[in-house]
């Protein structure tokens, strides 16, 4: 049997795969109530995590009406079904908050240059301002609650996670099957 990895651990995990997977899937909620998904660009820091968007896009205008979101990054394995046993994945839940301070924008582009090389060919952080003096637009994502799968502990390893208030750390871990009413 396989040793269960500790709450750090876990955290530590988590961290790396923000900060190693550059694409996710964003779902916010639209104005009637349905889920609305977008594949996008992820920038770890810790568990927290940046997105970029514009100001005409519909995520932007779903997130300022409801900052409930939630996204799934997974590292799944170069030889498919074969590899599945280090399949990794998250499915993050939390609250998205318009970056408005001039050094948080900052530091979000120095994330996103760090984990994504392709964009020191390109311009498109090159004039980034505060929301409301241009279409640029960072959101800051606040993790609330978690489901954290690693095949790497076991086949079909999952458990539950909730976060501090400041999204900065996991407050409590409970195993899938036993929160959801099943045995192991």
């Known amino acids: 049997m396989t040793t269960e990895p ?3 651990q876990i955290q530590d ?15 916010t909620i639209d ?3 349905f889920p609305s998904a977008s594949t996008m660009h992820l920038a770890g820091d810790g568990l927290l995590a ?34 599945r046993g280090t399949t990794r994945s998250l499915q993050m839940q939390g609250l998205a908050t318009a970056v408005t301070d001039p050094d ?3 530091h979000a582009v120095q994330l996103s240059f760090a984990q994504f090389p ?25 993790p609330t609650r978690a489901l954290w799968s690693d095949h790497t502990v076991r086949m079909l390893w999952r458990v539950l996670l909730d976060f ?19 045995k192991r």
């Open 50 to 83: 940046y997105i970029h968007t514009f100001q005409y896009n519909r995520k932007h205008t779903q997130m300022l009406n409801n900052p409930k979101v939630s996204y799934v990054v997974s590292d799944l394995p170069a030889d498919g079904y074969a590899g």
């Open 164 to 182: 501090s208030e400041d999204g900065r750390e996991i407050t409590d871990v409970q195993d899938y099957k036993v929160a959801i009413g099943r």
């Open 104 to 106: 948080e924008i900052q």
């Open 13 to 27: 995990s988590i961290s790396e795969l923000l900060r190693a997977e550059e694409i996710t899937t964003l779902a």
């Open 6 to 8: 500790t709450l750090e």
């Open 118 to 142: 392709w964009l020191a060919d390109t311009s498109m952080y090159n004039n980034i301002k505060v929301p409301d003096q241009g279409q640029q637009v960072f959101y800051r994502i606040t």
């Open 31 to 33: 104005a009637d109530g």
